[in-house]
């Protein structure tokens, strides 16, 4: 594998169901990202880790809950979600925090709450 | 506080006419901006980006975008577009989150609509 890998890349659940999404980067990076994708909005910032810890929250709701066991691995804990969550869930790495860094993306969990 | 803006949510060429995708940029420091693209079902992949020096940046697929800081803008073109330019692209900065470390803000995206 190469690059930055999401699984699943589909995802139906109910509002009481709880899943996860996986995030995995190849690239030795030290940075990861989860953003939302909506339709006809910006990309929203979620939550941002850098080497293992947390650095940004981005006051997003509790139900979500991300996870950085290395840096390597990034997951998105789903619990108790609302319909308005439904979106396309893109995790992103980058070598660091710097203003030049560039984001690579994986091609996302297209997340349906129904 | 930094944006972007993106002028038009769809541009509709004809295959080997010019692309000109609009972006617009606000920002209190100078900006580092970028171009990304998103292919259906795909994620996002970097086309090109402006740090500093020359301020006509050439990206991959013939692509290539002009700061212009008098005009606050980073447009992106191509002379001639192709079928599989086909597309949603994004327009991005560089601003600074609260804990002071940096993060990409993002425009709403323009999707590019080729036709043969």
């Known amino acids: 594998e190469t690059g930055v890998t999401q699984t699943p890349r589909h995802l139906v659940m109910g509002m009481t169901n709880k899943k996860s999404l996986k995030c995995e980067q190849h690239?030795?990076?030290?940075?990861m990202y989860w953003y939302k994708q909506s339709a006809k909005k910006p990309l929203e910032l979620m939550f941002v880790?850098?080497?293992?810890?947390?650095?940004e929250n981005n006051s997003v709701p509790s139900r979500f809950s991300p996870e950085c066991p290395n840096s390597s691995h990034l997951f998105l804990h789903l619990h108790t979600l609302q319909p308005e969550d439904s979106a396309l869930y893109l995790c992103a790495s980058s070598q660091g925090q710097g203003r030049t860094d560039t984001q690579y993306f994986g091609p996302g969990t297209r997340l349906t709450v129904l | 506080a930094q944006s972007v803006t993106q002028l038009g949510s769809h541009v509709s060429v004809s295959e080997g006419a010019l692309v000109l995708l609009r972006c617009n940029y606000s920002s209190s420091v100078p900006p580092y901006l970028f171009w990304y693209v998103q292919y259906p079902n795909q994620g996002l992949q970097l086309l090109l980006k402006y740090t500093t020096g020359a301020t006509l940046v050439k990206g991959i697929n013939g692509f290539e975008a002009e700061f212009k800081k008098s005009e606050t803008s980073f447009h992106l073109t191509k002379p001639s577009a192709h079928m599989s330019d086909a597309a949603e692209y994004f327009c991005a900065v560089t601003g600074v989150m609260n804990t002071g470390f940096q993060k990409l803000v993002f425009g709403t995206g323009t999707r590019l609509l080729v036709s043969p």
């Open positions: 880790y850098s080497l293992e810890e947390r650095v």
């Open positions: 690239l030795g990076h030290n940075a």
